[in-house]
């Protein structure tokens, strides 16, 4: 059953629980268990063009409810183990769900090997942890190309300057994502030092199609649109698709300049290949003075009890036309401030401004231009 809670209730929540990342419930086995969760509120205002985004039978022109409600036990120990069992309770679909053994450290190389479902080895804004998010909607590139969570298994390497990760993945527990293949992600941080650093990435992924049928589309930036801007249609002759990411990220004190670009490459049965592009340039400043940390290969938001701001500038494009394929292409820019009234509070506020343009069934091309107000109130600890 889907649960609403309004955002107020939400923010007196807050007030209840422990301004802390988790709340420890003891050693069990030697493993010492905590609970996590993140709850999240959205609203969307939709200047509507042509299409709309919000669709809704009584022609209201907003969009509200929740995005997220993610519960997780975790367990850390003995002897380098760990497990993670998560769970959302509103899309009623299952988070992590593995168990790892870390060795190594302490001077020397970390190795991880981990079982189970986790987010695949690519993009860099696909794996950085959701509840520090820089914007309320991924880029439409890291939504379209970047793979999530899938059932597998993975080996990763952790040097402290650089790492490597490969994996072999299926189907997620929900058995509702495409086709089995691989991962492979290396990063290399050449500058590292307090509230200084030059991160630099490279991903491949290559998977097997769900019944060689493959279908790449977008929404404008929000979440809970109705409609999406730029849309493939069923392609239904693609037997593999091969994605390369590339990815760069800048912190200098309190400024962090990130990006990404992607390469998708469908093998086509019978027909010349496919290929569609997209990526994302951000820059995100912090007025108070505060920086990010720096661990494994992605950055870590530091935040106080309280009081921490962000104000962050992104400008981000997809391209789905490639030959007779006329899936669209798609440019928004977003303006974004995000305060953290508590450490386990996140207060976000966003203006995303679309162009769009698409080939309709009579072969005519359609611009369609709207701009949609973005609020979200987070609580997580």
């Known amino acids: 059953m889907k649960l609403l809670l309004p955002p107020i209730a939400l923010l007196a929540a807050a007030c209840l629980f422990p301004a802390r990342a988790e709340v420890p419930l003891g050693t069990v086995a030697g493993s010492e268990v905590s609970f996590e969760s993140m709850f999240q509120v959205d609203g969307y205002w939709f200047d509507n063009d042509v299409l709309d985004l919000d669709a809704r039978a009584d022609g209201r022109d907003r969009a509200t409810g929740i995005r997220r409600f993610e519960l997780a036990l975790k367990g850390k120990g003995p002897g380098g183990f760990g497990w993670v069992l998560g769970y959302d309770v509103h899309s009623e679909t299952y988070l992590d769900n593995n168990v790892s053994w870390t060795f190594g450290g302490d001077g020397a190389p970390a190795h991880t090997l981990l079982f189970g479902q986790y987010k695949q080895p690519n993009s860099l804004e696909e794996l950085s942890s959701a509840r520090n998010s820089d914007f309320i909607a991924k880029a439409a590139a890291t939504s379209t190309f970047a793979v999530g969570r899938r059932l597998g298994a993975s080996w990763g390497y952790d040097a402290g300057s650089h790492g490597a990760s490969l994996g072999w ?19 290399w941080a050449p500058l590292q030092e307090d509230g200084r650093v030059l991160h630099l990435g490279l991903s491949h992924v290559d998977r097997d199609t769900d019944a060689d049928a493959l279908r790449l589309r977008a929404r404008p930036n929000a979440d809970m649109a109705a409609a999406r801007m730029v849309d493939t249609g069923v392609l239904a002759d693609v037997d593999r698709l091969a994605t390369t ?14 990006g990404e670009y992607f390469l998708a490459s469908a093998d086509r049965i019978g027909h010349s290949g496919f290929d569609a592009t997209g990526g994302y340039a951000s820059a995100l400043w912090t007025p108070g003075g505060g920086t990010w940390g720096y ?26 036309d490639d030959g007779p394929v006329r899936g669209g292409r798609m440019e928004a820019w977003t303006v974004g401030v995000n305060w953290y009234w508590r450490s386990n509070t996140k207060l976000m506020l966003n203006y995303v401004d679309v162009a769009s343009s698409r080939t309709d069934a009579s072969g005519a091309r359609i611009h369609d231009d709207p701009s949609i107000l973005e609020a979200r109130v987070q609580l997580h600890w």
């Open 295 to 320: 661990r494994g290969g992605l950055p870590r938001t530091n935040v106080a009890d309280a009081g921490l701001w962000q104000l962050g500038l992104r400008y981000d494009q997809l391209d789905l």
């Open 245 to 258: 990411g590339v990815e760069a990220m800048w912190i200098q004190g309190p400024l962090k300049l990130q």
């Open 169 to 187: 993945f299926g189907r997620n527990l929900d058995d509702d994502a495409g086709g089995a293949g691989y991962g492979a992600r290396a990063w």
